[in-house]
């Protein structure tokens, strides 16, 4: 490890982290850490890290000297369910959960992604027939129609609006943002589409990073749910250090919405509408869209 870290690598990602026993976790970490404290270490954790048991143990990843975080299942989970037409509460409770949970340097570099190659691809899972417990004959011979991929794009942009935007660190699967499909394990892994990519998908990945790196705000502020329904979500992202916050509005909904800018931005110095259009001091975000607004305290 501390060869790899010498030719450039930044850290590690441990697979199935619960198949590891403790003391080799602890004298990874100091191994890994004498390269510097900005070493970061992951841990595969479907669950969450802070009650998880393996072999009739209670284990330790963050509680210092072990893992500084861990793959975000429970967002990814909370993520899905949600866009697909999930009860709000399970996108709401899972978030904060592991918020409340978890100690906040963790919480700030969760791993954020929608697919990983142990699960379906999310454009699929979202869009897709129910796989349930049909096995790989049946997964090879079953792909989106036109009119489910179509869907599925819109609903993989809403799902990724959350994904780049919640606390945590986004982490793309690669050609998850190129529009790749496939269930699972091994239709989930197919090389990415060179020259088939969907461009749209992708430009509006990049404007989410964009729109991310503008504001510090998403680095370590907190969360805050404002409003959320099965048509909407509005939450806030808050760094008081910084004296600074974004509200994102997610409309997942077919009917545009309209929020008044006043009561979003109530107690800001200044505001920037960074994404959205506002009239007569209504902020309005369109079908399957978002908006985001950053302001000053």
Not at 96 to 117: A, E
Not at 191 to 206: K, S, V
Not at 242 to 249: F, P
Request: with cysteine; proline share 3%.
């Amino acid at each position: 490890m501390q060869k790899w870290i010498d030719l450039g690598a930044a850290g590690w990602r441990l697979d199935v982290a619960d198949e590891l026993p403790d003391e080799f976790i602890d004298n990874l970490n100091k191994s890994v850490k004498s390269k510097g404290g900005d070493k970061v270490i992951y841990g595969e954790v479907w669950e969450d890290a802070t009650n998880k048991e393996s072999y009739g143990v209670r284990r330790r990843y963050l509680i210092g000297g072990q893992l500084d975080s861990v793959m975000n299942y429970p967002f990814k989970e909370a993520i899905l369910n949600y866009i697909k037409g999930g009860d709000p509460r399970i996108l709401t409770d899972g978030v904060m959960t592991i918020v409340d949970h978890y100690p906040k340097p963790s919480v700030d570099v969760l791993m954020n992604f929608l697919s990983t190659h142990d699960t379906e691809r999310a454009i699929t899972r979202l869009a897709g027939d129910d796989v349930g417990w049909n096995g790989r004959e049946w997964q090879s011979q079953h792909e989106l129609t036109y009119e489910q991929y179509a869907y599925g794009i819109v609903l993989m942009k809403c799902a990724m609006v959350l994904q780049f935007f919640l606390p945590g660190v986004p982490c793309v699967y690669y050609a998850d943002e190129a529009g790749k499909e496939g269930y699972k394990d091994p239709f989930n892994r197919g090389t990415y589409p060179w020259g088939a990519e969907n461009g749209d998908l992708i430009a509006f990945t990049r404007e989410l990073g964009r729109i991310r790196r503008a504001n510090g705000v998403f680095a370590k502020g907190t969360i805050r749910f404002i409003d959320v329904t099965g048509e909407y979500a509005v939450f806030e992202r808050e760094d008081k250090a910084l004296g600074e916050k974004a509200v994102i509005i997610l409309n997942r909904s077919k009917k545009k919405l309209s929020r008044a800018v006043s009561a979003l931005t109530e107690g800001a110095a200044s505001y920037e509408i960074v994404r959205g259009i506002v009239t007569d001091g209504m902020l309005g975000t369109e079908p399957f869209d978002y908006s985001v607004i950053f302001a000053k305290l």
